[in-house]
């Protein structure tokens, strides 16, 4: 199998998408000086080409193409050669209305801007497998091709007729026969049972709730329409290049993909990460996506995109301050990625996102990003050798899965404001500011290699994963679960007893009498910390062997954290410094160490193979403790006990 060593070679890969098409020929020349004097060594092209590549049905334009992929390699450019497929032209909507997709309300979406497919129809996969088979022809064997990018961001739904007869096919693989569709969607209840397939369809406009196991195979359905989408090309592209890897681009933590089937189906998995320069939280967003991709990877990952300075899709859209881009981009480094690409090259004059920054912003040349671009580019160059291919260890693993996120995500549940990202965020965070290295990793995978398994919440687990979690702690190791875990199996029923019985014994709960979610905004106290978004009635059973307790109100001395030997359980959302209190201490008996010790705020600390990579996130500079003698990788200088990292300031030590 292919993998990104063999693209990267002991290289960081830095570049972007190139959309050369939108512009005139003397400015690819220019392109291309800038992009060497940048040290650019990888461009992503063809992502939004199909209309240019396919200016009428069946006709092939792939002239231009030629000559930039020449160009390329005569630069010593690598080409990410992507797929067109997430934006057909405009004939293709207008000759085959089946090609479009409808929402649920069974609204048409049109073309005219982008991603308007219909990932069920026929049609469109006929042209989608067309294209990409004379694409993967015609530059099988072209020296700059390094690496095939499928498609965009996938993320579509649809609930079109075609998408519905497609869901009718899914569902009688999954259920084979109608009584059992029946009694997993428990459709006694307000009568919904079905008497024939043809009456099913896609989660539609309706009065009133929809039923919660349909709206959540509607989503496992999509996630594998959309996957179908992705294989059918990439088994394409293989067939005429199987040396070359494929990849698609994730977007970060997005809702309609389960990523981690997904990237079993990848030769690289990539990501597209855009924090807001002004979210004081933006860099721990960072280190929970990378963590995540270089979990699914299991190993170095692509940074596929990011944005050179402002995005145009936020209310308001912030630059990102001197320095800020180069810390982010070796933040990414430090947490595995071996590719520091953007979204894009050149910034547009037209279209869409045109006030979107790339590489080469509007400024041009002399402009302050390109500047910081270059001077990124050099510095990847010179700690690429070192850093590429550099693995990062982790004892401890967060649970996440999409699956559980989609069931407990539905309407008619007991909180609205329970939000399963946020809650992933929250501890991920209480991990990352003790600079404890975090990967991640489905219920279902094997965790004999973690000392610690942390579960933000897990409200939908099948068996094989409360099994999974059983022997976790039955083999010695630590277990931390927040609320609402193990309560729906895999059809979306509650459990008897509203959790999970296996887990109640394990977490030494002997009944759960009712959950009391809190108003946003309101806390409840618990002894030395003020819980958020939720609390719980529990009784605990004879054999608990540490509780911490609510105090006052309704559930006065009532148990809020509950441990029973390695497994605890947190029936509410500790405010962030109790949380992160909470968490050191469990690590810390579980024998996991953090990173560095005395490291002060606002730096993060991450290990990546045998170098220690500090961040500052801050705008003050700041004074690091690192005992011991160490090589400064960017500055050639020796450090010894300590460093001093300036605003947005970033050390790479080497032994
Ligand atoms: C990504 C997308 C790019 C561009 C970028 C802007 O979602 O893949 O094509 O639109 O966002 O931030």
């Not at 001077?375 to 899965?401: F, K, N, Q, Y």
């Not at 609510?550 to 390695?566: F, I, N, T, W």
């Not at 730096?603 to 193979?609: I, L, S, T």
């Not at 020796?638 to 300036?646: A, F, R, S």
Request: aromatic share 10%.
């Amino acid at each position: 199998m292919p993998k990104l060593s063999d693209v990267t070679r002991g290289r960081i890969l830095f570049g972007g998408d190139y959309n050369p098409e939108q512009w005139p020929e003397e400015t690819w020349h220019e392109d291309i000086r800038l992009m060497r004097d940048a040290g650019v060594n990888s461009v992503t092209m063809g992502v939004f080409s199909w209309a240019k590549l396919e200016p009428r049905p069946g006709e092939r334009d792939f002239g231009w193409l030629d000559t930039l992929m020449d160009l390329m390699h005569t630069a010593g450019i690598g080409v990410v050669l992507a797929t067109p497929t997430s934006s057909p032209p405009p004939w293709m909507g207008r000759l085959h209305p089946d090609t479009l997709p409808r929402d649920a309300d069974g609204r048409t979406e049109w073309w005219g801007g982008r991603q308007h497919f219909s990932h069920s129809s026929a049609t469109y996969r006929r042209y989608a497998a067309a294209i990409t088979e004379d694409l993967a022809a015609r530059y099988a064997d072209h020296p700059a091709l390094t690496l095939w990018h499928i498609n965009n961001e996938y993320c579509t739904f649809d609930h079109g007729d075609e998408a519905a007869a497609a869901f009718r096919r899914w569902l009688r693989d999954r259920y084979g026969t109608l009584d059992a569709l029946n009694t997993a969607w428990g459709t006694a209840f307000w009568g919904q049972g079905y008497d024939c397939w043809d009456g099913i369809l896609p989660p539609r406009r309706t009065h009133y709730l929809k039923n919660p196991a349909q709206v959540l195979d509607f989503r496992r359905f999509t996630s594998d329409m959309l996957l179908e989408c992705f294989t059918a090309e990439r088994d394409i592209v293989a067939r005429h290049t199987p040396h070359i890897p494929v990849t698609t681009n994730f977007m970060p933590l997005w809702t309609g993909q389960d990523a981690w089937r997904w990237a079993e189906e990848e030769d690289i998995v990539s990501v597209d990460l855009y924090p807001d320069p002004r979210d004081p939280l933006g860099p721990q967003h960072g280190a929970l996506v990378q963590d995540l991709t270089r979990s699914q990877a299991r190993g170095p990952w692509m940074l596929m995109e990011q944005a050179a300075g402002p995005v145009n899709w936020r209310g308001v859209n912030h630059p990102k301050p001197r320095g800020l881009g180069r810390l982010w981009s070796l933040q990414a480094v430090a947490r595995g990625a071996d590719a520091v690409c953007y979204f894009q090259w050149r910034q547009s004059r037209q279209g869409a996102e045109k006030f979107h920054s790339g590489m080469v912003g509007h400024a041009g040349e002399r402009g302050r990003t390109y500047q910081e671009i270059r001077r990124l580019g050099a510095e990847l160059a010179l700690i690429g050798p070192e850093v590429a291919g550099g693995r990062i260890r982790s004892d401890i693993a967060i649970l996440h899965d999409w699956h559980a996120w989609w069931a407990g995500a539905q309407e008619g549940r007991p909180s609205t404001e329970v939000d399963h990202p946020a809650l992933l965020h929250a501890w991920h965070r209480a991990l990352w500011e003790s600079h404890l290295t975090t990967d991640f990793a489905h219920p279902e995978h094997d965790l004999s290699g973690y000392k610690l398994v942390v579960v933000p919440q897990l409200y939908l687990l099948s068996d094989t994963a409360i099994e999974n979690l059983l022997a976790h702690v039955r083999g010695g190791s630590a277990l931390v679960c927040g609320f609402m875990t193990g309560v729906a199996d895999e059809d979306d029923r509650v459990r008897p007893g509203g959790m999970d019985v296996r887990l109640r014994e394990l977490f030494g709960i002997r009944t759960l009498h009712e959950w009391w979610p809190l108003d946003a905004g309101e806390t409840v106290a618990c002894d030395g910390f003020r819980g958020t978004l939720w609390s719980e009635e529990i009784e605990a059973a004879p054999d608990v062997t540490e509780t911490v307790r609510y105090k006052g109100g309704e559930l006065d001395g009532l148990p809020a954290v509950l441990r029973k030997g390695q497994a605890w359980y947190v029936s509410t959302l500790p405010e962030p410094e109790a949380l992160r209190g909470l968490l050191a201490r469990v690590a810390a008996d579980a024998g996991v160490r953090p990173v560095l010790d005395n490291v002060p705020p606002g730096v993060e600390a991450v290990r990546r193979g045998d170098l220690l990579f500090l961040l500052n996130h801050g705008r003050e500079s700041v004074t690091v403790e690192c005992p011991g003698t160490h090589r400064d990788l960017l500055t050639g200088t020796t450090v010894m006990d300590e460093i001093t990292l300036g605003r947005y300031g970033a050390a790479v030590l080497g032994p």
